[in-house]
């Protein structure tokens, strides 16, 4: 047992250069918060990305996350007699992003962003799962989808291959003209 583990040991060691120095690609997972400019509604979720070099300090990056259901008051005024009535809205968002990512050299990175891409916003009171992530997935062509731009910059920090990104931007989605929204991310990315 200890001499596989060695084995183990020494095989990742004396690959760990190799993989350094190849970087094609990055891969990473991050917590994000979208403020959805036109009710001032805070958003909070996951989601995942993946970027490929295509030349030196360009990547082509795609990135998808998963906003969980924001549950705020509606009110509602009976225009014949002022009756207020209150409803709870279950909004849900789910974003996909693809465009390139222009970057520094070095172990810390600033870098550049615009991607375009999709927004899609559901109301569902059903909780949240992944089962409920994928059923938005596959129904997104019968769902309220609407374009999306994201301009957007940040800065990543490595040691060897494992680093952290923090990104900045502002979804710009385009339904009845634009609407800014803020979106900030957050996570790990693991660089091969």
């Known amino acids: 047992m200890r001499r596989l583990a060695f084995l183990i040991l020494v095989a990742g060691l004396s690959s ?3 993989a350094r120095a190849q970087n094609h690609a990055e891969v990473g997972a991050f917590v ?3 403020k959805l400019g036109e009710t001032g509604t805070n958003f909070v979720g996951f989601g995942g990305r993946a970027g490929f ?3 030196r300090h360009v990547q082509i990056e795609a990135e998808m996350a998963y906003d969980f259901n924001q549950v705020f008051v509606e009110g509602f ?3 014949s007699g002022g009756t207020v009535t209150t ?3 279950n909004i849900r968002v789910l974003h996909g992003l693809f465009g390139p990512k222009i970057q520094t050299s070095g172990p810390v990175r600033v870098f550049a962003t615009v991607k375009g ?3 899609n916003f559901r109301f569902d009171p059903t909780p949240a799962s992944f089962s409920t992530f994928v059923s938005s997935v596959n129904n997104l062509r019968t769902n309220n ?3 999306a731009l994201y301009p957007g910059g940040g800065v990543e920090a490595f040691l060897g291959p494992i680093g952290l990104r923090l990104e900045v931007g502002d979804e710009i989605i385009f339904v009845n003209g634009a609407h800014n929204n803020w979106k900030v991310s957050f996570g790990p990315q693991l660089r091969f």
Do not use: H, K, L
């Open 16 to 18: 760990a250069p190799i």
């Open 32 to 34: 994000d918060y979208f």
């Open 53 to 55: 070099n295509v030349v």
């Open 77 to 79: 005024r009976d225009t």
């Open 87 to 89: 409803q709870n809205s």
């Open 117 to 119: 891409g999709f927004t």
């Open 145 to 147: 989808v609407d374009a």
